[in-house]
């Protein structure tokens, strides 16, 4: 079984902000490490256009039911690092195909 060890939040609308772009970026920053504060191992790279969580060992599932209900996140995706060889690349990505398909998340309106 695949084990994701981060999850990539999107920002989407933000990149619209004009001048205020940054301060709205920290504020979502801010409201993601609110709501994933019963997560205290995990940890947070923030980047122009997204954050990556590394979830340290954490289940992917509670956190992404967390995230869901914090305004201003466009879009999640689980992720899972490999190295940087092609063969296991191709070999990673046949099985993520293998185990994922199929599976879907129910996402809040």
Request: net charge positive; glycine share 4%; with cysteine.
């Amino acid at each position: 079984m695949i084990k994701y060890d981060h999850i990539m939040i999107r920002y989407g609308e933000l990149s619209t902000k004009g001048k205020n772009r940054k301060d709205f970026i920290r504020i979502l920053f801010q409201n993601v490490k609110a709501a994933l504060k019963d997560w205290p191992s995990l940890t947070y790279i923030m980047r122009y256009d997204h954050i990556y969580i590394s979830l340290n060992e954490v289940a992917h599932l509670p956190v992404i039911e967390r995230l869901q209900d914090v305004s201003g996140i466009y879009s999640l995706s689980l992720v899972y690092r490999c190295e940087k060889d092609i063969e296991v690349l191709k070999k990673s990505a046949l099985k993520l195909i293998k185990e994922e398909s199929g599976k879907t998340f129910k996402v809040k309106t």
